[in-house]
């Protein structure tokens, strides 16, 4: 025997989607995981004679790249189920950036861990997290340590508004009292500093998150853009969420904002959320630019903002990927949004072959890996150990015909029933197992109660309106 036929963990015995190059699925198949990577991928009898220290039998089982959430706001779980029939600027001048405008540190927390354990139940391994208030360096930091602290990879994209403008009034933001707490300069030596504390390669990186291309000033989304190069990281932002952006943007500025990016050399290395509103001149650029985009098909749903083009866009070679957008529109769960992303595009163009389910499995794994710049995404050797194990041996998944389409289809987040991130099992037997779920839970309601006393929005809570 070889010193290479030993592993620390060998999954075996389950229909194994890779996302390899040839798009392989072993039935049954087999993962040999060492350290923080994948060993080894084949059938079971070409792993046999693999020595792990630990072998887990997936019989009945579904394995996959773990899911990439490219756009999420975590600590806006503290808001779940508030908010309905908003729409965009009303919901976030006078429900989101409000509310966000007074959690203390403490409370963001205690909402990011507990979202982040949710997130880990449902088999995401990655996730870019939003983070916009309160963005001082400690609050960044701890935010980023408290999604490290479940298992959970990621980075927290930290929210940067600088001053107000033009179009940030008339979106509403002008009554807003805290939320253009900090200059350009002030935003950009802050990300900066926390870039420096948690650099690339970090379990959870910082990156620099301008929140919105169309009301941000432009001096500050160039500057994050300079900061993201000098560190190598990518950078994120909303974009073309909107109808109204793009035409009160080409009014002031005399392009559009997909335009006014490529026109100063900014769309390399940036994630996008949305991008709804786009001609066909902005998802060539995009296209062109390899530039990543969030699509958040249940958001986009929720808050009534449009459909994505999705197909132009996979079709002109963007870089896309799926996101949740935060717990106030959804869910953690990204097979629902693979499954959403797929009813949305067949409905809106009475075409029902515009997106299949392998694409959004495609979107949720490889799609995401690349957007964020991750060796991950794929169940092959040299990547890294992240994986889903879906269970099989339940009603839903009787008869069984087919991986793919029973996943998108008939699958749904609480059917994972392990997640392993970088070699390390995070989620098992019902349990995440890194922290004490049941603490966390509590801290974060007892957090979510004393922030609604305080701010006085119990009416919120009730549980039907009249
Ligand atoms: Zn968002």
Redo the contacts with the bound molecule.
Sequence with gaps: MTQEDHCDLLFTGGIVVTIDEQRRVLDPGAIAIKGEEIAAVGSVDELADYKAKRVIDCSDKLITPGFIDC???LFESMLRGVGEGMKLWPWLSQLMQPFGDRVTRDEAVAAVTNCALEAIRYGTTYVVD?HYAPTDLDTTLAVADAIASTGLRGAVARGMYGHPTAISDQFGFDVLDRTFLYSVDDEIDITRAAMEARPPGSKVEIWPCPENISYNPQELIIRAVELAREFGTRWHS?LA?DDTEQGLYRDQFGAGLVEWLNAEGLLEGGTF??CIWLDDKDIELLGDTGAGIAH?PV?NQYLATGIMRLHDLRTANAVVGL?S??SC?GNQDLILAMHQAVLLQRVNTLDPTIVMAQEALEMATIGGARQVGINAGQLAPGKRADLAIIGLDAPQARPFNNAVGHLVYNGRGSDVEMTIIGGQIVFEDGRCTMLDEEAVMEEAQARADELFERLGINQFRSHWRN
Excluded: K, L, M
């Design positions: 756009h999420n706001h939003n909303h969420e959320a949305h958040c958001s996101g957008d935060g529109c």
